[in-house]
């Protein structure tokens, strides 16, 4: 997890660095249903160097190269969501909590690498607080309305 409130430089470092190793960026995410293993940089920022250079070193050609910005309507929608939760109380957490989050719109918060190798994907994740923040709200938000949803089946299950 980076300090920094915005991963856009870290961005434009890692795409010279992997260029200037002679590899190609294959814009691509992968998804959590996809075998994987997570690349564990403990507290060293500079951890994606060492997994671009063990990209190189395998062979692999590409590595993929994915990354999220918080978008103002995503943003937009979570706010609301959160408020309907919650309505009336506007001091509930959910809500300040995305409230909070808006002076992060349009910033980067993850970033994603990964090579294949021998049939195995590695990943190398960068993600800033507020992002983790955001996807454990998002997660919060999901869960409670499965709750409403399923409660709401449950209703009709009776008649």
Do not use: C
Request: charged share 30%.
């Amino acid at each position: 997890m980076m300090s920094t409130d915005n991963l856009l430089p870290l961005k434009d470092d890692m795409v010279a660095f992997i260029a200037g190793h002679g590899l190609q960026r294959l814009p691509g995410y992968v998804t959590e249903d996809i075998p994987s293993i997570v690349w564990e940089g403990g507290e060293n920022p500079d951890s994606w160097k060492d997994f671009v250079e063990m990209a190189k070193a395998v062979g692999s050609p590409f590595v993929t190269f994915s990354e999220v910005a918080l978008e103002h309507e995503e943003l937009d929608a979570l706010v609301e969501e959160a408020g309907e939760m919650n309505f009336p109380d506007e001091e509930a957490t959910e809500l300040v909590e995305a409230q909070w989050l808006r002076k992060y719109a349009g910033k980067v918060g993850y970033i994603q690498l990964g090579f294949v190798y021998q049939g195995l994907v590695f990943l190398h994740e960068t993600t800033t607080e507020w992002y983790e923040r955001f996807q454990s709200l998002l997660e919060d938000i999901e869960s409670f309305q499965d709750i409403v949803i399923d409660d709401h089946d449950h209703e009709h299950d009776d008649e």
